[in-house]
T-cell receptor, first 113, second 114 residues
Framework: DAKTTQPTSMDCAEGRAANLPCNHSTISGNEYVYWYRQIHSQGPQYIIHGLKNNETNEMASLIITEDRKSSTLILPHATLRDTAVYYCIAPADYGGSQGNLIFGKGTKLSVKP | DSGVTQTPKHLITATGQRVTLRCSPRSGDLSVYWYQQSLDQGLQFLIQYYNGEERAKGNILERFSAQQFPDLHSELNLSSLELGDSALYFC?????????????FGSGTQLSVL
């Protein structure tokens, strides 16, 4: 897996956009960037993934830099329920299996009223 | 609700014992993954099965084993339990286990070894 670096923690005001950065400078051309989150001891939840282009779904937007060395997860209107640990993962191509996701420490996002 | 069911939710046992954790994947998903989460190690990938066959192996101890049955449910067997095996055990599933697939996680089994 490409090594990813994320800030340990971040705060965000409720209703504001939360921008979570991730550095993955060693990512290879065929590696996707995945984002998951884990709300206190629950199972991790898939958020979004992308390869080159920016992506958006009902949960978040993913902005990937042109050189693909970093990305930003954007929660457009953070709520208290978005308080969680957010993991940025760039798994290598294991011949068709992306299950060997390496979850680092992630970023603990605290959304405050 | 992710569609992945894990039982039991909580398990308390003693050192030296053996336990079995069960996972039912989302309907139609062929791949099942097992992860261990302890306070000091974070989420650790243990093993993956695809349609009954072992596909990938992570840091799984020899005391641990898993299997996936013809109906696609999976079991993780933990034997000769030690205090350090106390952790949250998550199961996840995906469709074909390819590179471009998202994993859906169950709510986990909290194992406490006393």
């Amino acid at each position: 897996d490409a090594k990813t670096t994320q800030p340990t923690s971040m705060d965000c005001a409720e209703g504001r956009a939360a921008n979570l950065p991730c550095n993955h400078s060693t990512i290879s051309g065929n590696e996707y960037v995945y984002w998951y989150r884990q709300i206190h001891s629950q199972g991790p939840q898939y958020i979004i993934h992308g390869l080159k282009n920016n992506e958006t779904n009902e949960m978040a937007s993913l902005i990937i830099t042109e050189d693909r060395k970093s990305s930003t997860l954007i929660l457009p209107h953070a709520t208290l329920r978005d308080t969680a640990v957010y993991y940025c993962i760039a798994p290598a191509d294991y011949g068709g299996s992306q299950g060997n996701l390496i979850f680092g420490k992630g970023t603990k996002l605290s959304v405050k009223p | 609700d992710s569609g992945v069911t894990q039982t039991p939710k909580h398990l308390i046992t003693a050192t030296g014992q053996r336990v079995t954790l069960r996972c039912s994947p989302r309907s139609g998903d062929l791949s099942v993954y097992w992860y261990q989460q302890s306070l000091d190690q974070g989420l650790q990938f243990l093993i993956q099965y695809y349609n009954g066959e072992e596909r990938a192996k992570g840091n799984i101890l020899e005391r641990f084993s898993a299997q996936q049955f013809p109906d696609l449910h999976s079991e993780l067997n933990l034997s000769s339990l030690e205090l350090g095996d106390s952790a949250l055990y998550f199961c996840a599933s995906s469709g074909t286990g390819g590179d471009n697939e998202k994993l859906f996680f169950g709510s986990g089994t909290q194992l406490s070894v006393l």
